[in-house]
């Protein structure tokens, strides 16, 4: 089966912009996580989606925002971008099985 | 809060040579625990899990994890490493009242000589 598909790969922007990342889960897959990975803070979860609610939030700004559609397709937005934004983004879906987590390659974005 | 610490940051082994992982988390509930590989240049992939019964789990490629719930810690072992084993392994810990949101460590850089 496919697997979790993050777009784009790479995105370069510029402080003060903003910034939509796509995530499509795997097919049957309800729940879509996102987690932002740097060298200095590691992984650290920001939301969670399941059936196009948010259904746990982690400890970032309110500049990170997401949503999920019907389809379960989720997008992550970060509005007024800052240099400390850059980071890889990741995605993860989970199915029915218990914490069945699969993760995307990521989205590379670089503030600039 | 949760926390998941691993305590080595980078670790240089020589092919052959034996692997453990520090990985420790604070939370006294229940948990389920997790070890993360991510390959250079490739996605994060599950290694192996915990969830309840045996406490000695093993996973893909010769690994296995011990959970010692009395020490909070979930330490990754490999008898004998490879080269492809170079990699950033990512200890994580989601618990019972929050299961979706995965707490990872900070990771370990795992570089092996040939």
């Known amino acids: 089966k496919a697997g979790v598909t993050q777009t784009p790969r790479y995105l370069i922007k510029t402080r003060g912009q903003q910034v939509t990342l796509s995530c499509s889960p795997i097919s049957g897959h309800r729940s879509v996580s996102w987690y932002q990975q740097t060298p200095g803070q590691g992984l650290q979860f920001l939301f969670e989606y399941f059936s196009e609610t948010q259904r746990n939030k982690g400890n970032f700004p309110g500049r990170f925002s997401g949503r999920q559609f019907s389809n379960s397709r989720s997008e992550m937005n970060v509005s007024t971008l800052e240099l400390g934004d850059s980071a890889l983004y990741l995605c993860?879906?989970?199915?029915?099985?218990?914490?069945?987590?699969?993760f995307g390659s990521g989205t590379r974005l670089t503030v600039v | 809060a949760q926390s998941v610490s691993q305590h080595n940051h980078h670790v240089i082994l020589s092919e052959a040579a034996s692997l453990e992982l520090g990985c420790n988390y604070s939370?006294?509930?229940?948990?389920?625990l997790f070890w993360y590989v991510q390959y250079p240049g490739q996605h994060l992939q599950l290694l192996l899990k915990?969830?309840?019964?045996?406490?000695l789990v093993k996973g893909i490629k010769g690994f296995e994890a011990e959970f010692i719930k009395s020490k909070f810690s979930f330490n990754l072992r490999k008898p004998s490493v490879q080269w492809s084993d170079t990699a950033e392994y990512f200890c994580a810990v989601t618990v019972y009242s929050s299961a979706s949101k995965i707490i990872f460590g900070s990771g370990t850089r795992l570089s092996i000589r040939p």
């Open positions: 993860a879906s989970q199915g029915t099985e218990p914490w069945g987590y699969t």
């Open positions: 915990y969830f309840s019964g045996d406490p």
């Open positions: 939370y006294g509930g229940t948990v389920n």
